[in-house]
């Protein structure tokens, strides 16, 4: 708990700095944008967050985005497919290439990092492909203003992504804190040997995390792709898995496997999209943008680190007999 | 040239945490001698050896080469004065080729500070001819037999001047016609002038090769036998001759024999050996054996952990198919591994967490975790087991050794054995967490549980076991009943020798 209370008062420093500096920042257009932004990332992220906890990576997610949501749009404008049908899809589609990532991970012993560095490259190649380059748009068409306020609308006043990502997160945080499932996510990022010693499935449980990595993403796909109203296959999606990657880590995951929350990777994607907000309000060049983010987590990190050797230094020894 | 031995030890004493590992020893090695070192497991062999290899510092004693006495304060220093190391496990770089692994840190370069890569291999040549090695010098290291990679390593030895070589346990992985050439190797190197140094666990090999054969015995100096004099029995006979006070207790529940029996149990160590016995119900069925006779890999393979694909295995008279390690825990059979820390226990995770690890879907409902009963389960463990924590939610790694073991044991205790098999229980563990768990291990007996027990603690084995079967290179060479559960005779099967008192393992 504590690594997340260390970042949630950063993020209350920030927001304040902020605030005081623009007030701008506390308006309801600049928080509901904000928000409706933490949504689309957040959910991704917690998908991250999940394969990191067993010690694993995924680098494919920004080309899934990008893939997810050219299927989407060729699916309801070109193929005019009924949009539950279009919807299941674009959820299935990344689903499958996570279990894909998977069973290549587990099955042939393949490094996650390889695995999903390949379907970046290879997801976004497709996407490019059938879209022959060229972006497409939900334009004007019609039958499918369900899904799209579904993605896109407002929930109470709340942005639609940001709805979705609250019950993403309560969801996960259970089945993260709560369920038998989520301990032995944690176990086998802890000691997968031991894990496996007591009788737990261990390639199933790290194979199982890429595709709820795939569903998660899937969601984030189809809210991008609403958002965004047309996708670009080029630069759809991209580097979106290094902003869920950054905010798993701020939150407290350890790319070492077995450490994180739910909890630690909102405040960690939050902290991300009012850093760019900040760069925005207070005039930083925007084309500084990335090395503020990259310095906040070499930051956050570097603290955490310190902070975490000073007070295993002041820990009292083992007990003894 | 001086008369004085290439080598001599004198005196020397190590002590680790908790134990004296050598206590007063010398040894001495004359030019050209093949010194056989022997000794059960922990007597202190690869300690004293690692102190000439420069690894450990011992706190007294001294050493003499060519008679003047010496510092050896790392490896360095004792490659400086010709002394080369073979481990075990060996020392090489498999994505490396043969020249560059016998010239690691010494790479001859040319003019532009570069790897002379046409010298390193006209100067590996010459070593790899004098052993009779027939591979390119530009072959990886990958590609080669592990026989030829310790090849690979004596080149190296005899590339960097050594006048002694030692040799741990050379031969632990190597198939019979390696072992022959590398016997008649050492022999050749020693008419060379080169002093080996080589320990063993058998007999046979020592008999071969070795000019004089040290033992020693719970870290000091047992005797030594002359080539002529040494034989199994003699060596046997300094390797024991230790006096065991005996703190057995004898078993109160009934046994039921062939309650569990296990039939062909494979393992990848020794393919094509197979291991059959039977076991009763309410007694401690000990497991002794050298290191590598294929113990673990046998509790391994009973509990699903290593495949085995011929074994059979009968719980009550039920035939149980085991492929998993899933289904040796649905069928009450626990492994408490060898490797408390990377097999045993997830220590960054707390003492409830690993107590509940194999047991969680038990107490969940939905899948989610009954969490109040979690914690009483864990509590309760620590209770019964009386582990020393400061709570249940401490994190495993700040508990001591014996608390550790506790918790592993803990986790099993919380679904009732039917089968308990303990890898090493007290390996590492002072003496009164030893006399708690060796009690645990009666009770559960004593309440119906089948308890196999490996150890390599020959009081241990000796001082806990109803029955103790003796295994040797991947099998069971021997079974000895209470009254025969003497040390001669588990040393002898251990080697292997076949022994009068030694019963069958399983009956058909």
């Known amino acids: 708990m504590r690594k997340e209370i260390g970042i949630f008062a950063l993020l209350v420093v920030l927001c304040a700095v902020t605030g005081f500096e623009n007030p701008r920042f506390f308006s309801q257009a600049n928080l509901a944008n904000t928000a409706n932004l933490i949504g689309l990332y957040g959910i991704f992220s917690i998908g991250i967050g999940l394969v990191i906890i067993t010690g694993g990576i995924d680098l494919s997610v920004g080309s899934m985005i990008a893939l997810n949501g050219m299927l989407l749009v060729m699916a309801l404008t070109e193929w005019h497919w009924p949009w539950p049908l279009a919807a299941l899809f674009a959820l299935l589609v990344p689903m499958i290439l996570g279990l894909g990532h998977g069973l290549l991970i587990t099955r042939f012993k393949l490094q996650p990092f390889i695995v999903t560095l390949c379907g970046l490259l290879l997801y976004r190649g497709i996407a490019r492909f059938i879209a022959r380059d060229t972006t497409k748009g939900f334009g004007d068409a019609e039958g499918f203003k369900t899904l799209q306020s579904a993605a896109s609308g407002k929930f109470f006043g709340l942005p639609m992504p940001f709805v979705i990502l609250i019950v993403v997160a309560i969801v996960m945080w259970i089945v993260l804190h709560r369920s038998v499932y989520g301990r032995y996510l944690f176990a086998v990022g802890r000691n997968e040997e031991a894990t496996r010693f007591s009788g737990i499935n261990t390639r199933w449980i790290v194979a199982s995390t890429y595709v709820l990595a795939g569903l998660l993403t899937g969601i984030s796909g189809i809210l991008f792709a609403f958002y965004t109203n047309s996708v670009s296959p080029s630069n759809h999606g991209n580097f979106y898995e290094l902003y869920g990657i950054a905010a798993a880590v701020l939150g407290g995951c350890s790319l070492r496997g077995g450490e994180g929350s739910v909890i630690g990777i909102l405040i960690g994607t939050a902290l991300l999209l009012v850093l760019q907000n900040l760069v925005n309000l207070l005039g930083i060049p925007s084309s500084l943008n990335f090395a503020v983010m990259g310095a906040v987590v070499l930051a956050g990190v570097l603290a955490d680190q310190i902070f975490q050797s000073r007070s295993a230094r002041k820990d009292t020894g083992p007990t003894k007999n | ?508």
Request: negative net charge.
């Open chain 2, 1 to 508: 040239m001086s008369s004085a031995p290439l080598l001599e030890m004198r005196g020397i004493s190590k002590r680790f945490p908790g134990v004296i590992a050598l206590d007063n020893v010398s040894l001495q090695i004359g030019r050209g001698e093949v010194v056989a070192i022997c000794g059960e497991n922990g007597a202190g062999k690869s300690t004293l050896m690692k102190i000439l290899g420069g690894v450990h510092q011992p706190e007294a004693g001294e050493i003499l080469i060519d008679g003047r006495p010496v510092k050896i304060s790392g490896v360095t220093d004792s490659m400086k004065h010709g002394i080369a190391f073979i481990h075990q496990e060996l020392n090489i770089l498999g994505n490396l080729d043969v020249a560059a692994n016998v010239f690691l840190g010494r790479e001859p370069k040319n003019a532009l500070g570069l790897i002379d890569s046409k010298k390193i291999h006209t100067d590996t040549l010459p070593f790899i001819q004098r052993l009779g090695l027939e591979v390119s010098t530009r072959t990886r290291l990958d590609n080669l037999s592990i026989a030829k990679q310790q090849m690979v390593e004596i080149a190296k030895a005899l590339s960097l001047n050594a006048q002694l070589i030692i040799m741990d346990e050379p031969t632990s992985s190597l198939t019979l016609t390696e072992t022959k050439r590398l016997l008649e190797l050492v022999c050749e190197l020693s008419e060379q002038c080169v002093s080996i140094a080589y320990i063993s666990h058998r007999l046979g090999e020592i008999d071969t090769c070795a000019d004089r054969v040290v033992v020693l015995r719970d870290g000091k100096n047992a005797g030594e036998l002359t080539h002529e004099e040494a034989s199994h029995d003699k060596l046997v006979n300094l390797m024991v001759g230790r006096e065991i006070k005996s703190i057995y207790v004898e078993p109160k529940g009934n046994r039921a024999p062939g309650f569990f029996k296990v039939r062909n149990a494979s393992s990848s160590l020794h393919p094509g050996k197979k291991v059959s016995f039977d076991a009763s119900r309410g007694e401690i069925f000990g497991f002794a054996g050298l290191v590598g006779a294929g113990r673990s890999e046998m509790a391994k393979a009973i509990s699903g952990l290593e495949d085995s694909p011929e074994k059979d295995i009968f719980l009550d008279g039920k035939k149980l198919s085991i492929g998993k390690p899933r289904d040796a825990i649905d069928h009450g059979i626990y492994l408490a591994p060898e490797s408390r820390r990377a097999e045993g226990l997830v220590v960054e995770m707390t003492v409830r967490e690993n107590i509940s690890l194999p047991s969680l879907e038990h107490f969940s409902r939905f899948g989610l975790i009954n969490r109040t009963h979690e914690r009483k389960i864990a509590a309760e463990q620590v209770k019964s087991l009386n582990i020393k924590t400061p709570g249940i939610e401490t994190e495993v790694l700040n508990l001591s050794g014996g608390n550790q073991q506790k918790v592993v044991l803990g986790k099993w205790l919380a679904m009732t054995p039917k089968v308990m098999i303990l890898d090493e229980p007290t390996r590492g563990i002072d003496v009164g967490a030893k006399a708690e768990i060796y009690r645990l291990m009666r009770e559960l007996a004593d309440d119906g549980a089948v308890i196999l027990m490996i150890s390599s603690d020959m009081e241990e084995i000796l001082n806990v076991s109803d029955r103790i079967a003796v295994m040797h290179e991947g099998e069971i060479s021997g079974v000895l009943e209470r009254a025969d559960c003497k040390e001669e005779n588990v040393m002898q099967l251990a080697v292997g020798k076949k022994i009068p008192a030694a019963k069958a393992a399983f009956e058909n």
